[in-house]
């Protein structure tokens, strides 16, 4: 993950108030995820319930992914996925995505998280 510096410096405006579009785990509000760092979307189907909308991060900073990874059932075919959950309340937010030779991703649960603007200061 960016250290906290790069995180500010990519995530926030000149004046340091109003920056970049800030996803926050639903459960709690903790800063998950800079929209700065989203490569884009998929819709998964899911056979419980409606369609799962999965954001692709290259990085993010409030969340980890503590367990161990397996290709089982894999919503991107060819990458192993690990349970991803917020840092501050444990919350199921998303999933992060590793395979061999390849920088690692994180798909994050669209409806798991809400939208805010930056208000990390320096």
């Not at 991060?57 to 397996?70: D, I, L, N, R």
Request: hydrophobic share 35%; glycine share 14%; with cysteine.
């Amino acid at each position: 993950p960016p250290s906290v510096r790069s995180w500010k410096s990519v995530c926030r405006a000149e004046d340091g108030i109003s920056g970049a579009e800030m996803l926050l785990c639903g459960a709690c509000g903790n800063e998950i995820a800079c929209m700065d760092f989203c490569d884009g979307y998929k819709v998964q189907q899911n056979a419980g319930g409606p369609p799962m909308y999965i954001g692709r991060f290259s990085e993010v900073q409030g969340m980890q992914a503590p367990g161990t990874s397996t290709e089982d059932e894999s919503f991107f075919p060819g990458w192993a996925w690990s349970l991803g959950i917020c840092k501050s309340c444990g919350a199921h937010v998303g999933w992060q995505y590793d395979r061999k030779g390849e920088a690692p991703f994180w798909g994050l649960l669209m409806s798991r998280l809400e939208k805010s603007r930056s208000q990390i200061g320096d």
